[in-house]
């Protein structure tokens, strides 16, 4: 396996390196786990599967961050003494990380955290929900009136691991390139702000926010939602004009597939009462799996949404492997396998949960100390980028960042959609393609050039800068590279030791294939709405676009652990990269649960294990704050913080057990102290309590956060035809300087003529030839395409 060379310890009780030691699992490495001596308190996590025999409970979640691992209680400096990578986080005091380093030069340390070990947050209690609240993740979600919802945790742990991981397989990278180990300080809370940047950057191009509008409703784009039918519920996500008009057209709508006022998504969705007044009734006709064949059929990115119980029962997911079998105590479970399907060197499907101190490591020499050369992770590698939207941009422009050189490739005729979809003439002339705040958000860091690659010089031109290439990232639907002739068979022709990702929404094999998705759709089909929000909701979505940033971190990590093992064996493969499957580890708990017949309740922004836990009104208009109290020490901090004595003092309160059976006045007592504040104030005021606390900030408010000021975390460059623009930097680091930002988004076609010229030898003349046959450009051609 690519990592069964490598021995990773995990020091620590943060859930998100819990889940990024366990990736390193997945692929062969020995990984094991540090626990206190009576263990790690993730054992008792809810939701408990009960042993057979009347065995203790055990832990659904700890299970899944924890299979395939061993388990150890001591001999810490030993073990890192000859480790490859180190996975700390607080909860195991007394290792000094910078001497494991100065002992063991090889090392590479994962150091993590909630929020990052500088600026105004580094002393903060967290919670997945406070983590995610102050992340943007939490205020868009929920009725308009408020509270905002909070999805059940599991987000920011999944998230702040896959992140971790990329940071720690880019440094093995470099070190297997003969330089030294290193130490990496990632931040889960900037992790999470991966998936606020569609709302930031549009936010600043726009100069306004953008309002939370109800369940399963996202300004600007409709419809995107959850809707009923016949014998359940449909996701629903229609973007382009195209879409719309084939969606109208399905249902028999023919005069709003036509209506000049519902083109766009903003245009349809203050219309929202009156177009579902005509389309709803229309899908309550017809079945879940009718729909779902139409809009296959006619290429909509239309799906079921399904329970738990179809995930585990779905053939379709157990046939790729979707599905894990997992040893806990003395019966198994099933969960989500890893997403990250490497073809040639496959992760393992499940494991073990490792019982308390069972651990019996070997003696190994210590890595290679290698030599400190200034250079970034991934310098000397490049990639050639297919991919377009959020999900396949993200990982190619977090592998940039990190110092490989990215190539992405559009089309005059077939720009990147996340410039825009609006096809009519009046958008080209405006060159509206060049003013989006998500293309440029998630395109820096890449040199730019077209190529038609319906046309034979295209189609050269690219497998020529593949044939020089390390990787290919694409997330085009499943038949459309065949048809060019260009998929990974044939691209091998011209360059065996390629690695190629593909993105497609449910993977490259199987009968969903050829599924149409944006990250909505994908969220749609992973279960996860149905185990979110109150009971007697709709299946609850917990994101506009939730699936694309997920996809995008899970595609970058799984291109890394390919390109570990090219650079070992001489041997490229194929990523096979479904991402409703990359979804799939957010509902974990809940599934594991599922398999063992105890599905969770749904509990709003309640927890099963906290008391109080929810989202709280403060002064101000729509301000709100997320309080998690997550032990009996805080809970009587966070009682004499609001001035209620009595509470502390009340017997009935002192457990958990109690507070969760008295929720309804604790509440009460909760919010009418924040009622009195700023969000800002309440949260300074329980975080200096030691209370778990953050508030909801909206995701334009993040340009002002000042976390992310003290830690440099916004860069403001110039960009043509938008002006100034802020970029996010990476979510971890090396020291206290984030990575520097060496080039902004391109505009359409900016480097072609250079990079043909400089990687391919082009003549002046074969350029010239390209621009008059229509090949390369730097102006869209606006689509003529119609249905019907």
């Known amino acids: 396996m690519p990592l069964s060379a490598l021995r990773a310890v995990e020091i620590g009780l943060l859930p998100a390196a819990a889940y990024c030691a366990r990736l390193f699992a997945d692929f062969g490495a020995e990984v ?3 626990e206190p001596p009576a263990g790690d308190p993730g054992r008792h996590a809810a939701p408990l599967i009960q042993g057979r025999a009347g065995a203790s409970p055990e832990s659904a979640s700890f299970a899944f961050l ?28 007394g290792v000094d990380l910078a001497a494991a380093r100065a002992a063991n030069p090889g090392l590479v340390v994962v150091d993590m955290s909630w929020f990052g070990n500088t600026g105004p947050y580094a002393g903060f209690r967290g919670s997945d929900m406070a983590c995610r609240a102050l992340a943007g993740m939490v205020q868009p979600l929920g009725p308009a009136e408020g509270p905002p919802l909070v999805m059940p945790d599991f987000q920011a742990a999944t998230i702040g691991g896959i992140t971790g991981f990329i940071a720690a397989m880019a440094a093995l990278a470099a070190r297997q390139a003969g330089d030294t180990g290193r130490t990496l300080e990632v931040s889960v809370f900037e992790a999470c702000i991966a998936y606020a940047e569609l709302q930031t950057s549009d936010a600043w191009v726009r100069g306004e926010t953008q309002p939370r509008i109800g369940i399963n409703r996202f300004w600007p784009t409709y ?45 349809r969705l203050p219309q929202a009462a009156a177009l579902e007044a005509r389309f709803m009734p229309k899908l309550a006709e017809g079945s879940v799996a009718h729909w779902f064949k139409e809009a296959i059929a006619r290429k909509l990115p239309i799906v079921p949404v399904p329970s738990m119980a179809d995930i585990l029962g779905a053939a379709p997911f157990r046939d790729r492997g979707a599905i894990a079998t997992i040893g806990l105590c003395d019966r198994t479970v099933e969960g989500p396998a890893s997403p990250l399907h490497l073809t040639r060197t496959p992760p393992r499907r499940g494991g073990i949960v490792p019982a308390l101190g069972s651990a019996h490591p070997t003696p190994r020499p210590a890595p290679a100390p290698g030599q400190a050369t200034g250079r970034k992770m991934l310098a000397g590698m490049r990639v050639i980028d297919l991919s377009m939207g959020w999900a396949g941009p993200l990982a190619t422009r977090m592998l940039g960042d990190l110092g490989a050189e990215i190539v992405k490739v559009e089309a005059c005729a077939y720009a990147d959609w996340w410039r825009g979809v609006d096809n009519r003439p009046g958008a080209a002339v405006e060159r509206l393609y060049e003013k989006t705040g998500r293309f440029n958000a998630l395109n820096r860091s890449k040199l730019g050039i077209t190529l038609d690659l319906t046309h034979a010089d295209g189609v050269a031109a690219l497998k020529a800068l593949v044939a020089g290439a390390d990787a290919v990232v694409e997330n085009y639907a499943a038949d459309v590279l065949p048809k060019l002739g260009l998929d990974y068979a044939r691209l091998r022709e011209v360059n065996p030791t390629l690695v190629m990702a593909s993105m497609c929404a449910f993977g490259s094999t199987g009968p969903w294939r050829d599924c149409r998705a944006y990250g909505s759709t994908l969220e749609h089909a992973s279960g996860l709405p149905s185990i979110a929000g109150r009971p007697g909701d709709p299946p609850v979505m917990g994101h506009i676009a939730f699936g694309d940033a997920t996809g995008g971190l899970n595609a970058a990590a799984a291109l890394l652990v ?37 599905t969770p309740p749904r509990t709003g922004n309640r927890h099963p294990d906290h008391a109080p836990h929810g989202v709280f009104p403060c002064l101000g208009e729509d301000q709100w704050l997320a309080v998690t109290v997550t032990d009996d020490a805080m809970w009587q901090a966070c009682a004499l913080t609001i001035g209620r004595r009595d509470l502390a003092a009340d017997p009935s309160l002192h457990s958990a057990a109690g507070r969760l059976a008295d929720q309804d006045r604790i509440e009460q007592a909760l919010s009418a102290w924040t009622a009195t504040q700023t969000a800002d104030q309440a949260m300074a005021a329980l975080q200096e309590a030691g209370v778990a606390a953050g508030v909801a900030r909206a995701p334009y408010a993040l340009f002002d956060d000042p976390q992310l000021l003290a830690r440099g975390y916004w860069h403001t460059y110039p960009r043509p035809f938008i002006g100034d623009f802020p970029q996010s930097v990476l979510p ?56 019907k």
């Not at 001999?75 to 005091?93: E, F, K, N, Y």
């Not at 391109?746 to 621009?771: K, N, W």
Request: aromatic share 6%.
């Open 32 to 34: 094991i786990k540090i």
């Open 66 to 93: 924890n299979f395939g691992k061993h388990s150890a209680t001591q001999d810490v400096a030993a073990l890192l003494a000859t480790a490859d990578v180190c996975i700390a986080s607080a909860g195991t005091p």
């Open 223 to 267: 419809p995107v939602g959850i809707y009923p039918v016949k014998d359940g519920w449909i996701g629903i996500t229609l973007v382009t004009p195209l879409q719309w008009q084939g969606f109208c057209y399905m249902l028999g709508l023919d005069d709003l597939a036509t209506d000049p006022t519902c083109v766009l998504g903003a245009e």
């Open 562 to 598: 390919a390109l570990l093992h090219r650079k070992r064996t001489g041997e490229g493969q194929l990523i096979d990269l479904s991402q409703v499957e990359c979804m799939l580890p957010m509902a974990a708990p809940a599934m594991i649960a599922c398999s063992a017949g105890a």
């Open 732 to 787: 971890f680091r090396e020291g206290n300087a984030p990575y520097p930002i060496e080039c902004i988004a391109p505009t359409l076609g900016q480097h072609t003529d250079a990079v043909l010229t400089r990687l391919l030898g082009y003549t002046p003349e074969q350029l010239a030839h390209l621009a008059r046959e229509g090949v390369t450009g730097t102006e869209t051609v606006p689509s003529r395409r119609t249905l």
